[in-house]
């Protein structure tokens, strides 16, 4: 017996028209649609904002490792955990303008720089937006990622000509509590709120597989989606599990999961560069193609993500090629 599907339409009403709309239930109803109309809606959305085999190509390297202070249960560089990892200083200019000649040379078109801080030093920011002009210089967009910032220090870094700003949500604000508990989610939002103020473009997204439930990821994108505007740049983590941290052995998320919150992410930030970002070390070349079908249009290239292991350049770019992708002009 066949049996025919309901247009998607009939499912789940359309996008809002002004940002603030999107409920969890919105997009808990987007979570549950059959895949395969899931991807369809996520595909046709993406096409109307986006070269649709176009890939945004970013590179990202700590410029400082290990030590911080905050307790997130999945970091490695948390000082509350022993996973081994050594404690280091920030790292030369030299060090850096190497590594983004590098990614520059692999085809990564923005160059991120990460410091595990709670929230950077004066001394911290003169280095480091010297390091945003060297970068610059190369002709590269810049990304950091510093922890908290206090008045005055975005403006600070958009003046040294930094692009975008990392700060992630996380989690949702129902499941946050369980992860972390050293910082607030309103500690998070306010930073967010310097940055956009400081006319900066915001990169914030979240992670998944921490041993959430599906409603509490659909209230993670709700979060991202309801930010006035909402990110430029949403990088979707798949929990890397590091021995020593809270959540090693915690369940792995289903893969076909991970491809529904890309998707939805897609529907709901329709002009933001999805990216791919922590786990696919471990993605087959198959699922990430199910990405980039859902709405990915965003990667981290490069050997490493900060301290866990990342698909060397070479894969990717084998990877892109076999399915007819190619870096995102400038």
């Given at each position: 017996?066949?049996?025919?599907?309901?247009?998607?339409?009939?499912?789940?009403?359309?996008?809002?028209?002004?940002?603030?709309?999107?409920?969890?239930?919105?997009?808990?109803?987007?979570?549950?649609?059959?895949?395969?109309?899931?991807?369809?809606?996520?595909?046709?959305?993406?096409?109307?904002?986006?070269?649709?085999?176009?890939?945004?190509?970013?590179?990202?390297?700590?410029?400082?490792?290990?030590?911080?202070?905050?307790?997130?249960?999945?970091?490695?560089?948390?000082?509350?955990?022993?996973?081994?990892?050594?404690?280091?200083?920030?790292?030369?200019?030299?060090?850096?303008?190497?590594?983004?000649?590098?990614?520059?040379?692999?085809?990564?078109?923005?160059?991120?720089?990460?410091?595990?801080?709670?929230?950077?030093?004066?001394?911290?920011?003169?280095?480091?937006?010297?390091?945003?002009?060297?970068?610059?210089?190369?002709?590269?967009?810049?990304?950091?990622?510093?922890?908290?910032?206090?008045?005055?220090?975005?403006?600070?870094?958009?003046?040294?000509?930094?692009?975008?700003?990392?700060?992630?949500?996380?989690?949702?604000?129902?499941?946050?509590?369980?992860?972390?508990?050293?910082?607030?989610?309103?500690?998070?939002?306010?930073?967010?709120?310097?940055?956009?103020?400081?006319?900066?473009?915001?990169?914030?997204?979240?992670?998944?597989?921490?041993?959430?439930?599906?409603?509490?990821?659909?209230?993670?994108i709700a979060q991202l989606a309801n930010l006035d505007p909402y990110p430029e740049s949403v990088p979707i983590n798949n929990l890397v599990q590091v021995q020593g941290t809270?959540?090693?052995?915690?369940?792995?998320?289903?893969?076909?999961?991970?491809?529904?919150?890309?998707?939805?992410?897609?529907?709901?930030?329709?002009?933001?560069?999805?990216?791919?970002?922590?786990?696919?070390?471990?993605?087959?070349?198959?699922?990430?193609?199910?990405?980039?079908?859902?709405?990915?249009?965003?990667?981290?290239?490069?050997?490493?993500?900060?301290?866990?292991?990342?698909?060397?350049?070479?894969?990717?770019?084998?990877?892109?090629?076999?399915?007819?992708?190619?870096?995102?002009?400038?």
């Amino acid at each position: 017996m066949h049996t025919t599907s309901i247009p998607v339409s009939d499912i789940v009403r359309p996008a809002p028209a002004i940002a603030g709309a999107w409920h969890s239930s919105d997009i808990q109803a987007l979570f549950a649609l059959p895949l395969m109309d899931l991807l369809y809606r996520a595909q046709q959305i993406h096409r109307q904002h986006f070269d649709a085999n176009a890939i945004q190509l970013s590179s990202l390297l700590s410029i400082k490792t290990g030590g911080c202070p905050e307790d997130c249960a999945y970091c490695p560089q948390s000082a509350h955990y022993d996973t081994g990892l050594t404690a280091d200083k920030l790292i030369p200019l030299d060090d850096v303008l190497q590594a983004a000649r590098a990614a520059q040379k692999g085809g990564a078109q923005r160059f991120c720089m990460g410091a595990a801080w709670r929230s950077p030093k004066p001394r911290h920011l003169d280095a480091v937006a010297e390091m945003i002009r060297a970068v610059k210089a190369l002709g590269m967009e810049t990304c950091v990622t510093l922890g908290m910032l206090h008045d005055g220090q975005a403006e600070k870094l958009k003046a040294a000509g930094l692009d975008y700003y990392n700060h992630n949500l996380d989690t949702s604000p129902e499941f946050y509590g369980q992860i972390i508990s050293t910082r607030t989610y309103q500690e998070r939002l306010d930073t967010l709120d310097r940055v956009r103020n400081a006319g900066l473009n915001v990169c914030c997204g979240g992670i998944v597989g921490l041993g959430e439930s599906r409603d509490q990821r659909a209230s993670l994108i709700a979060q991202l989606a309801n930010l006035d505007p909402y990110p430029e740049s949403v990088p979707i983590n798949n929990l890397v599990q590091v021995q020593g941290t809270p959540l090693a052995g915690t369940e792995a998320l289903d893969p076909f999961e991970f491809v529904r919150t890309i998707a939805v992410a897609r529907i709901t930030m329709p002009r933001a560069h999805v990216r791919l970002s922590a786990g696919r070390e471990t993605m087959s070349d198959t699922l990430q193609a199910l990405c980039f079908l859902a709405g990915a249009n965003s990667l981290f290239c490069g050997e490493m993500l900060l301290t866990t292991s990342n698909p060397q350049v070479q894969a990717d770019q084998r990877l892109m090629k076999r399915l007819g992708l190619y870096a995102e002009a400038k």
